[in-house]
C-alpha cells in the first residue's frame, strides 16, 4: 500500500483563525492532490521545489519542500540536477537562494555509488541481497524474492564471470524452469548441448531433469527472473563446477 500523505499544518496554525484555508490546506491541498496517484511522491515533491524556486520563494517552505523531497527518495545529485536545469529558466539568483536550503539538507556524506549500485539502476527490479546459495556458485550472486505464492518468482543476478554449477531440477512430472532476461548479458547451457546466449527478454524453458548451468559473461553483470514451475516430487540436485573450457565456448 503506498503512503498516504496526512497534513495538519493548516489546522494547527490557522485552524481558528482561517478554518476555511485550513481545511483547503490539510484537507484538499494535501489530503486530496498530494494523494493523487497520477504522479508519484518522489516526482509530485521535486515538481514542489521547483515550483517554488520559479516564484522566488526561499523561506522555510521550501526547506520543508526540501527535506519532504529528500525522504521520498530525491537524491543529492537529482536535487542539484533539477535546481541547476530550472535557474536556466528561472532565474540564476533564485538558484543560489535554493541551493543554500538544499545544502543544509543534503549535509551529509554521501558514499559513492558501488558497482552493485550503478547495476541496479539500470533493471527494473531489485538486486537483492547476496546469494544463500552462493557455495554453488563461482563468484558473487545475488538473490531477491519477488514471489513466493504460486509459482515462486527469484531475480537472479550475478556479477561479471559468476556462473552456478551445473545442477538438475528432478521431478516426477511437471517441474523445470523457466529463465527470462532482466537486465546485462548472460548464458545458459545444457549438458551436451552449445550455450545460448541471454540478453534482456530472452526467455529459457528449461525441462526437468535436465543438466545445465547459467551465469554472466566475463564483462556483464546479468540478472535473470527464474520461475519455478511446480510439479511432483521435486528437488534440485547440485553437481561440478562448470569447466573452463565449458565457459570459453560462450566467448
Known amino acids: 500500500m503506498k503512503e498516504k500523505i496526512v497534513q495538519t499544518a493548516g489546522r494547527n496554525a490557522l485552524g481558528e483563525f482561517a478554518p476555511e484555508f485550513a481545511h483547503f490546506n490539510d484537507d484538499v491541498l494535501f489530503g486530496?492532490?498530494?494523494?493523487?496517484?497520477?504522479?508519484?511522491?518522489?516526482?509530485?515533491?521535486?515538481?514542489?521545489?521547483?515550483?517554488?524556486?520559479?516564484?522566488?520563494?526561499?523561506?522555510?517552505?521550501?526547506?520543508?519542500?526540501?527535506?519532504?523531497?529528500?525522504?521520498?527518495?530525491?537524491?543529492?545529485?537529482?536535487?542539484?540536477?533539477?535546481?541547476?536545469?530550472?535557474?536556466f529558466y528561472a532565474g540564476w539568483p533564485k538558484a543560489w537562494a535554493v541551493f543554500g536550503q538544499a545544502k543544509e539538507v543534503y549535509n551529509e556524506a554521501v558514499p559513492e555509488p558501488t558497482e552493485k549500485d550503478r547495476y541496479q539502476n539500470t533493471i527494473f527490479f531489485p538486486v537483492g541481497e547476496e546469494n544463500p546459495y552462493g557455495e554453488y556458485f563461482v563468484g558473487k550472486s545475488y538473490l531477491a524474492p519477488l514471489s513466493t505464492k504460486q509459482a515462486p518468482i527469484f531475480n537472479v543476478t550475478f556479477e561479471p564471470g559468476c556462473r552456478n554449477n551445473w545442477h538438475v531440477h528432478h521431478a516426477e512430472s511437471g517441474g523445470g524452469q523457466t529463465l527470462i532476461c532482466v537486465g546485462g548479458h548472460g548464458y545458459y547451457q545444457e549438458w551436451g548441448k552449445d550455450p545460448v546466449e541471454m540478453t534482456p527478454g530472452t526467455v529459457v524453458n528449461i525441462p526437468a531433469n535436465v543438466k545445465h548451468w547459467h551465469g554472466a559473461a566475463p564483462d556483464s553483470w546479468f540478472s535473470h527472473l527464474a520461475l519455478e514451475i511446480p510439479g511432483e516430487d521435486t528437488s534440485t540436485e547440485w553437481c561440478e563446477p562448470v569447466s573452463n573450457g565449458d565457459c570459453n565456448r560462450t566467448e
Open 32 to 87: 486530496e492532490n498530494w494523494n493523487n496517484g497520477d504522479i508519484d511522491l518522489k516526482t509530485r515533491c521535486l515538481i514542489t521545489v521547483v515550483a517554488l524556486m520559479a516564484q522566488g520563494v526561499a523561506d522555510g517552505s521550501l526547506k520543508y519542500h526540501i527535506e519532504n523531497a529528500k525522504a521520498h527518495g530525491v537524491t543529492r545529485s537529482e536535487m542539484a540536477a533539477a535546481i541547476t536545469h530550472t535557474a
